[in-house]
């Protein structure tokens, strides 16, 4: 451990507070971080805490109680996905980031495993024969065009 940074267990964040400066050169306003209120979970004490920053983990436990009974789920609620990829137990289902990620927890992921479930999806709508709609309409509209077009001349 780093002697500037500290672990706050059993502790909760109540609230940020901060001040607002006007940057020097710019003039814009500048938000500072300047202390944060927690409290110890443990006795209920309110502190203060005076901070240039702060990172905050939020939990572990996946937000998937609307998911119970709709896909599987293992013992910890986590979203079963098949293999390595994002597909869930439902045919057409995509899982991604934290709802499905029991090891690493963290926005990164999620981006990278929301942009893999983004992808999944893709294949399965072009396997359905689901074309994309925007391809179609474009189509359309030139040969419509073309088509006035052509009486025209």
């Given at each position: 451990?780093?002697?500037?940074?500290?672990?706050?267990?059993?502790?909760?964040?109540?609230s940020?507070?901060?001040?607002?400066?006007?940057?020097?050169?710019?003039?814009e306003d500048?938000?500072?971080?300047?202390?944060v209120?927690?409290?110890?979970n443990?006795?209920?004490?309110?502190?203060t805490l005076?901070?240039?920053?702060?990172?905050?983990?939020?939990?572990?436990?996946?937000?998937?109680?609307?998911?119970?009974?709709?896909?599987?789920?293992?013992?910890?609620?986590?979203?079963?996905?098949?293999?390595?990829?994002?597909?869930?137990?439902v045919?057409?289902?995509?899982?991604?980031?934290?709802?499905?990620?029991?090891?690493?927890?963290?926005a990164v992921?999620?981006?990278?495993?929301?942009?893999?479930?983004?992808?999944d999806?893709?294949?399965?709508?072009s396997?359905?024969?689901i074309?994309?709609?925007?391809?179609?309409?474009i189509?359309?509209?030139?040969?419509?065009?073309?088509?006035?077009?052509?009486?025209?001349?």
């Amino acid at each position: 451990f780093h002697d500037r940074i500290s672990i706050m267990w059993n502790t909760t964040v109540q609230s940020f507070h901060g001040e607002v400066t006007k940057d020097e050169e710019t003039g814009e306003d500048v938000h500072r971080l300047t202390h944060v209120v927690l409290k110890n979970n443990n006795f209920d004490d309110l502190e203060t805490l005076y901070v240039k920053g702060a990172f905050v983990a939020i939990g572990h436990d996946p937000a998937t109680e609307l998911l119970d009974g709709q896909v599987e789920l293992d013992d910890n609620n986590y979203v079963i996905t098949k293999g390595k990829s994002t597909h869930t137990s439902v045919e057409g289902v995509f899982a991604a980031g934290d709802v499905m990620d029991h090891v690493y927890r963290q926005a990164v992921t999620s981006a990278g495993t929301g942009s893999a479930a983004a992808l999944d999806a893709e294949r399965w709508l072009s396997a359905q024969g689901i074309e994309d709609e925007r391809e179609a309409c474009i189509d359309d509209i030139i040969n419509e065009v073309l088509t006035e077009l052509s009486g025209k001349y």
